[in-house]
């Protein structure tokens, strides 16, 4: 099984994979139907993606669950790892996701 994780913005997500004890970035996606759906090909029927809980969260969601396990929607505010590191990049914030998520330490929304 591999986790990924997504820090999603307003146009894009930054991904991070984490399969198994390597992690790999393989850049962004562009948050539209067409490019979430291209990426949701690329995945796994067992990897379960992990995302942050805003304002596009369910159109993700939506479209990625018919390719992959399982989808988790994540309340950032509960993600005290990633709502209070003093280094925010997308990648940091996408990999914290994934390993969370490995270690069983992500509260679902």
């Known amino acids: 099984m591999r986790v990924i994780g997504l820090d999603v913005h307003r146009t894009f997500a930054a991904v991070a994979v984490l399969d198994n004890t390597q992690l790999s970035y393989p850049g962004r996606v562009e948050l539209t139907r067409e490019a979430v ?3 949701g090909r690329k995945l796994r029927p067992d990897d379960e ?3 942050e809980a805003t304002v596009n969260t369910a159109m ?3 479209l990625l669950r018919p390719f992959v396990g399982k989808v ?3 309340n950032p505010l509960q993600v005290r790892a990633i709502a209070h590191a003093k280094i925010k ?3 940091i914030d996408a990999t914290v996701l994934t390993k969370l998520h490995a270690s069983g330490f992500l509260p679902e929304v």
Request: no cysteine; aromatic share 6%.
């Open 89 to 91: 990049t997308d990648k």
């Open 49 to 51: 993606v992990v995302i």
């Open 72 to 74: 988790i929607i994540v």
């Open 37 to 39: 759906l291209a990426f």
């Open 60 to 62: 993700i969601a939506r």
